[in-house]
């Protein structure tokens, strides 16, 4: 079984500072992991993925994050925030080998604010 | 361009009343998914279908029903017996080109219920 955790519904940055949304998982399975983002009443984006290989992913609009197996965490980082960056943002897994195809596990979702 | 088209984007029930969610895509994708969204509870699985005339119950699949009768359409009836219908819903698919299981959605449906 897949799970996700999202540490932090909310979270509040200043404009310029380091954004950290914290995503820990559980799978039973090598997982596939995803950043979404969401803007008030829109659907779903995706920001960035994990597969396999690399553990450091870069992602559109400056932001990345690293899959860590021995902490079962893909936490997502910004260097310097921006106004535009304030949405929501969920954090999901799939199983890779095996697992039914589109079959993900979301979190509760981290509201991002950005103050000027 | 491809995508997602759901409709309509607002939707008022009366209770007792079933509605119906339209989602039709142009990506070609095998695969199409119905998400429920409340706040703070994320995104809940309520339907999905990978093929054509077949789909199965996701987590949350009481009180809804769809069908699969073409690849590009995947509509979600929510019917009375769902106890709290209001919500955000979202339409997704993928397809195993896609690499990863990566979903594409629309831009979701509003439901309320008076």
């Known amino acids: 079984a897949q799970s996700v955790t999202q540490l932090g519904s909310h979270v509040s940055v200043s404009e310029g500072a380091l954004v950290l949304l914290r995503c820990n998982y559980s799978?039973?399975?090598?997982?596939?992991l995803f950043w979404y983002v969401q803007y008030p009443n829109q659907g779903l984006q995706l920001l960035l993925k994990?597969?396999?290989?690399?553990?450091l992913v870069k992602g559109i609009n400056g932001f990345e994050a690293e899959f860590k197996k021995s902490e079962t965490s893909f936490h997502l980082t910004k260097p310097s925030a921006h106004m535009s960056d304030a949405a929501e943002y969920f954090c999901?897994?799939?199983?890779?080998?095996?697992?039914?195809?589109?079959?993900?596990?979301f979190g509760r979702g981290t509201q991002l604010t950005v103050w000027p | 361009d491809g995508g997602i088209t759901q409709s309509p984007k607002y939707l008022f029930r009366k209770e007792g009343q079933n509605v119906t969610l339209s989602c039709e895509q142009n990506l070609n994708h095998d695969a199409m998914y119905w998400y429920r969204q409340d706040p703070g509870q994320g995104l809940r699985l309520i339907y999905y279908s990978q093929i054509v005339n077949d789909f199965q119950k996701g987590d949350i699949a009481e009180g809804y029903s769809v069908s699969r009768e073409k690849k590009e359409s995947f509509p979600l009836t929510v019917t009375s017996a769902q106890k709290n219908p209001t919500a955000f819903y979202l339409c997704a698919s993928t397809t195993r080109d896609s690499g990863a299981n990566v979903l594409t959605f629309g831009a979701g449906s509003r439901l309320t219920v008076l």
């Open positions: 999901a897994v799939s199983g890779s080998r095996g697992s039914t195809l589109g079959r993900l596990y």
């Open positions: 799978s039973s399975v090598p997982p596939y």
């Open positions: 994990y597969t396999t290989g690399a553990t």
